[in-house]
């Protein structure tokens, strides 16, 4: 293991970030630092309660965002039980001596729930879990010593990474965009391209197309094996994350081998979601930025309505960047929200049925780390 630490620091000083922690450092050789944008990959060893080491680092001053991505097994349920800032704030707060896996189990599994005790606002999930930090405005990202654990259901391994992002102005969003149908009929994607960019210029964030492709050979232009909802009390459904190994994350693995050297977020349009109602789906809320995950992804179905297509993919896209709905409902009627919209901006808004982003909103998707530098 030594020869492997030297070779990886030999291989990529600019890469690698001091952990003030014992342990195992391994380069990640598919996603290497761009520019002043540093990504680190750290293997943790989760206890009997299901909770990991302390992962130390240090953050540059000026940092735009603080991007956690944690690995693991695909059927279990990962999220933070620490993360504390050079500040000394501790933003989760979870009790380590108490095993988190009850409560992720209840609110992912029963629930049906994007949802984690805490102040720290979490998207728990199955297989990969990210986090970006800021996630609201008034957060605070100081310089210096920051430290993280991660939390699960059981005993085991997980791989984390942390990547911090440049602080120069990121507004640049790279898509490639896929259009996977066994329809004659192509979609005019210059000018869907213009009526999300139509959307996302309130934020000033500009949207580039980097690759263009056509699956037309693939039994998933319509896709199926999605998680299925529970009916409320009220009886709505409710709204469950997709797994590993469903119809979604099996086309966003064949999209990746199409663009094997892509760090573009890759947009599917599909003919349907298999007639559940469903008309759009993203594979994270926030996303992992890692292009070889089965969660980077987003679909959106096909319409001739390129209006409607439009807000659906900037909806999307707008949660695989970090932003939830403004309100939403456990499968016991809780009512939850994400602090970020009030009750008079729901309607017009893009995470509810308009177009509309605030100010805080705009804050949120700009920490993304999907966002660069022109």
């Given at each position: ?266 947009v599917y349009l599909v003919d349907s979601f298999g ?100």
């Open positions: 293991m030594l020869d492997r630490r030297m070779l990886a620091a030999l291989l990529q000083p600019c890469a690698i970030i001091l952990f003030s922690v014992a342990g195992i450092f391994i380069a990640d050789f598919d996603h290497k630092s761009s520019g002043a944008q540093q990504h680190v990959v750290r293997e943790v060893t989760l206890n009997l309660l299901g909770i990991s080491e302390a992962v130390v680092f240090e953050v540059p001053r000026n940092t735009r965002s603080l991007t956690v991505t944690v690995g693991g097994e695909p059927e279990r349920i990962y999220a933070l039980a620490s993360l504390r800032t050079a500040d000394g704030v501790e933003h989760v707060g979870w009790n380590e001596r108490e095993s988190p896996g009850p409560t992720l189990n209840k609110f992912y599994r029963e629930e049906h729930l994007c949802h984690f005790p805490g102040p720290l606002r979490q998207c728990p999930r199955l297989g990969t879990f990210t986090l970006v930090y800021p996630n609201k405005p008034g957060q605070k990202l100081p310089a210096g010593t920051t430290s993280l654990s991660v939390s699960s259901e059981k005993a085991g391994s997980a791989r984390v990474h942390v990547i911090l992002s440049e602080p120069n102005k990121a507004n640049v969003l790279h898509l490639n965009l896929f259009t996977v149908s066994r329809r004659t009929a192509s979609v005019d994607t210059k000018l869907l391209v213009k009526k999300i960019q139509d959307i996302f210029d309130q934020a000033e964030v500009q949207i580039v197309i980097d690759n263009e492709i056509a699956l037309r050979d693939t039994p998933l232009s319509d896709l199926t094996n999605l998680m299925s909802p529970k009916l409320r009390p009220s009886g709505a459904p409710t709204d469950p994350e997709e797994t590993p190994d469903g119809g979604p994350a099996k086309l966003a693995l064949l999209g990746h081998q199409r663009l094997l050297s892509s760090n573009a977020l890759n007639g559940r109602g469903i008309k759009a789906l993203s594979l994270g809320t926030p996303g992992p930025p890692l292009p070889s995950s089965y969660y980077f992804r987003v679909f959106v179905e096909r319409s001739s309505n390129y209006e409607v297509m439009a807000r659906l993919a900037a909806h999307e896209i707008a949660h695989f960047l970090g932003l939830d709905h403004p309100t939403w409902w456990s499968a016991s009627d809780a009512v939850y929200r994400d602090g970020l919209v009030s009750s008079a901006e729901v309607v017009t808004n893009l995470m509810s049925s308009g177009t509309e982003l605030n100010p805080a909103q705009i804050y949120v998707i700009t920490r993304s780390p999907l966002l660069r530098p022109k």
